[in-house]
């Protein structure tokens, strides 16, 4: 489970693929791209303050050590999935839904790609909605982290979900270091919403 190895302070190289434009229907659709290659690069030694303030932290793992995972597109003005066999990252996450249940004979994880037009996003929501497994939970990985927190880096800073092969929601604050380098602001696990409540927020 790579929540183990994107703990607070670690460094890793990565590209995110590009955000996939299809048209912006609601429409529930297979996420497209593949996983680009992430891997370790050591432990973050800078000095923090606010909410990092304490030593780096390190992980046990050689240095360049690909860090596997699938990858599951935001596509906005739709709800994309991705069958899960490994662990699941998506992002960058601002406000959108991710999402777990069994979907066309499996068990999926979805990004309900809310965007900034509100008749777009009611579609996006109704068709989700519509379509909700019965065994669904989710979670919103940008509510995990204040201002004050993301703040506190001194850094630019993106969030990213994780969604474990075992069902777990996490969400992890990325912070930017240089071209294609990051280190992990801090990762939070969070509490599934479970479907009762999710079509509350559905509708």
Excluded at 19 to 46: C, E, F, K, P
Excluded at 110 to 118: A, I, K, L, S, Y
């Amino acid at each position: 489970m790579i929540e183990h190895a994107l703990v607070a302070d670690a460094k890793i190289r990565w590209q995110k693929p590009a955000t996939v434009a299809q048209q912006q229907n609601g429409a529930i659709v297979q996420s497209v791209s593949g996983a680009s290659a992430m891997r370790y690069n050591g432990t973050n030694q800078q000095q923090r303050r606010g909410l990092f303030r304490r030593p780096a932290r390190v992980y046990q793992m050689p240095l360049n050590s690909p860090i596997p995972h699938t990858w599951l597109d935001y596509i906005p003005g739709r709800t994309a999935y991705v069958g899960q066999g490994t662990d699941v990252l998506t992002g960058f996450m601002s406000g959108c839904l991710i999402a777990r249940g069994t979907y066309q004979g499996g068990m999926k994880v979805f990004h309900m790609g809310t965007v900034e037009n509100q008749v777009i996003n009611n579609q996006v929501k109704a068709t989700f909605r519509a379509a909700l497994p019965n065994d669904a939970t989710g979670f919103y990985p940008a509510d995990a982290w204040t201002v004050a927190e993301r703040a506190a880096t001194n850094k630019a800073t993106d969030i990213i979900a994780l969604v474990t092969s075992g069902g777990g929601f996490y969400s992890i604050l990325l912070c930017h270091d240089g071209p294609g380098e990051y280190f992990v602001g801090g990762i939070k696990k969070v509490p599934p919403i479970h479907r009762p409540a999710l079509l509350v927020r559905l509708a």
